[in-house]
T-cell receptor, first 112, second 114 residues
Framework: AQSVTQLGSHVSVSEGALVLLRCNYS??????LFWYVQYPNQGLQLLLK??????LVKGINGFEAEFKKSETSFHLTKPSAHMSDAAEYFC??????????FGTGTSLTVIP | DGGITQSPKYLFRKEGQNVTLSCEQN?????MYWYRQDPGQGLRLIYY???????QKGDIAEGYSVSREKKESFPLTVTSAQKNPTAFYLC?????????????FGDGTRLSIL
């Protein structure tokens, strides 16, 4: 069965510091992986997606993620946090597109 | 602009009442989904539909019902059998081309009990 696990339900970083949000996947076949961001009382917006074309994926708003098969990980990073990055982040996976499986989310707080 | 529209944004339900949440998309997507979001639990799949007049139960379908009479519409009814309906409900859609295309989400409906 497919699933993703997000380590750390809350992460706090100082403005300008590195952002690292962790996601590990479990899949018996090569997965497709996604990171989404959710602002309060809104839907999810796609940040980036991995579809096996390249292991380092660049997304919107300066975010990127690296697919590491040996570690079954797809961690999300941003070199320098901005106040506007404060939100909830979700990792998700699918292998067919019929069903998507979401992690439990990581709430990012950016400290001025 | 193409997108997904959910309405209403806020909804209140009385005990024993059925309520229907609307979801409309103009993205020409084949697949549509309903998720329930509770704090600390992420998104849980209620129902999904791959094609008109067909839908499948997700992980937490009990107490909910859906219909898919038109490609662009996928309404969700929260029935009186759902004893804990207070949550944030998200509708999503995706193109049915393998797993390469991500889901697009509406802005959600927040349901509360009076």
């Amino acid at each position: 069965a497919q699933s993703v696990t997000q380590l750390g339900s809350h992460v706090s970083v100082s403005e300008g510091a590195l952002v690292l949000l962790r996601c590990n996947y479990s899949s018996s076949v090569p997965p497709y992986l996604f990171w989404y961001v959710q602002y309060p009382n809104q839907g999810l917006q796609l940040l980036l997606k991995y579809t096996s074309a390249a292991t380092l994926v660049k997304g919107i708003n300066g975010f990127e993620a690296e697919f590491k098969k040996s570690e079954t990980s797809f961690h999300l990073t941003k070199p320098s946090a901005h106040m506007s990055d404060a939100a909830e982040y979700f990792c998700a996976t699918t292998n067919t597109g019929n069903q998507f499986y979401f992690g439990t989310g990581t709430s990012l707080t950016v400290i001025p | 602009d193409g997108g997904i529209t959910q309405s209403p944004k806020y909804l209140f339900r009385k005990e024993g009442q059925n309520v229907t949440l609307s979801c409309e998309q103009n993205l020409n997507h084949d697949a549509m989904y309903w998720y329930r979001q509770d704090p600390g639990q992420g998104l849980r799949l209620i129902y999904y539909s791959q094609i008109v007049n067909d839908f499948q139960k997700g992980d937490i379908a009990e107490g909910y019902s859906v219909s898919r009479e038109k490609k662009e519409s996928f309404p969700l009814t929260v029935t009186s059998a759902q004893k804990n309906p207070t949550a944030f409900y998200l509708c999503a859609s995706s193109i049915m081309v393998g797993g390469l295309q991500p889901q697009h989400f509406g802005d959600g409906t927040r349901l509360s009990i009076l």
